[in-house]
């Protein structure tokens, strides 16, 4: 099974126009058991994936209570990130449990990264586009 998305136009100074890929990706509430779908950036270097701070409330986890609190480096600096080592998220029918870190600032987008998510995928970014294919071995119906 293959699921593709179309990358998005985003205005650059330095090249006019740069294609981001970007893919929706849903992440379970813990306390209604619905799904909250996410623009979220495929980012092949994010060693996990993050999101933005206000979205912890909005999937009922407490920052303080639920994660550990962790101190990252990345190109922007050091960031303090809040870990919780199992959620659920899904990307079409594939649905898993991956380590979330929620970044202690509201203005960033949400990424994708590699520990239990991307690296269970073969990725192509192509003309635009990013093809998730995902091995049948790997994945569980969502439901």
């Known amino acids: 099974m293959a699921v593709k998305s179309a990358h998005v136009a985003i205005p650059s100074p330095l090249f006019g126009v740069v294609f981001r890929p ?5 992440f379970k509430i813990k306390i209604t ?10 980012d092949t ?4 994936t993050l999101l933005p701070r206000w979205v912890a409330k909005d999937l009922g986890v407490d920052l303080e209570k639920d994660c550990e609190k962790h101190t990252t480096f ?9 870990v ?13 449990d991956i380590p979330v ?6 203005n960033v987008t949400g990424l994708l990264g590699r520990q239990d998510f991307l690296e269970k995928f073969r990725l192509i970014f192509e003309n635009h586009t990013t093809t998730f294919i ?6 569980r119906a969502a439901h």
């Open 33 to 42: 058991g619905e799904w909250l779908e996410l623009p979220m950036i495929v």
């Open 22 to 26: 970007v893919v929706k990706a849903e």
């Open 101 to 106: 870190g929620f970044v202690n600032r509201d």
């Open 84 to 96: 919780q080592r199992k959620m659920t998220v899904r990307l079409n029918r594939w649905m898993g």
């Open 134 to 139: 995902m091995p049948r071995a790997r994945h």
């Open 45 to 48: 270097g994010a060693d996990y």
């Open 74 to 82: 990345g190109i922007g600096g050091t960031e303090i990130v809040f």
